[in-house]
Nanobody, 121 residues
């Protein structure tokens, strides 16, 4: 099994920055691909960014140039650096992971419990 634990969320003013972390434990060898999703109140969960074991990355258009996804395989940790935050970035952010990128970006095998990000105007 795999456990994912997010941290780093909080309340920040528009224009500010936060860095989310996702610590993975358990059967780490299954985690070739990882991603960040978010869900705002009343909206569907959306893929924000993903990263493969080969460090190929993807970003949803709304965060390109502002967010950076990265991973430290030695620490089994996934990060999301979020800069120039906007009120519309307010959401619960979830870490997701799995063996195959094509699965992680559609229906991940594993989910974290989420960390709340709130951006005030």
């Amino acid at each position: 099994q795999v456990q994912l634990v997010e941290s780093g969320g909080g309340l920040v003013q528009a224009g500010g920055s936060l860095r989310l972390s996702c610590a993975a434990s358990g059967s780490i060898f299954r985690l070739n691909a990882m991603a960040w999703y978010r869900q705002a109140p009343g909206k569907e969960r959306e893929l924000v960014a993903s990263i493969s074991s080969g460090i190929t990355t993807y970003y949803v258009d709304s965060v390109k140039g502002r967010f950076t996804i990265s991973r430290d395989n030695a620490k089994n940790t996934l990060y999301l650096q979020m800069n120039s935050l906007k009120p519309e970035d307010t959401a619960m952010y979830y870490c997701a992971a799995g063996k195959y990128l094509v699965v992680v970006i559609t229906k991940p095998d594993y989910w974290g419990q989420g960390t709340q990000v709130t951006v005030s105007s």
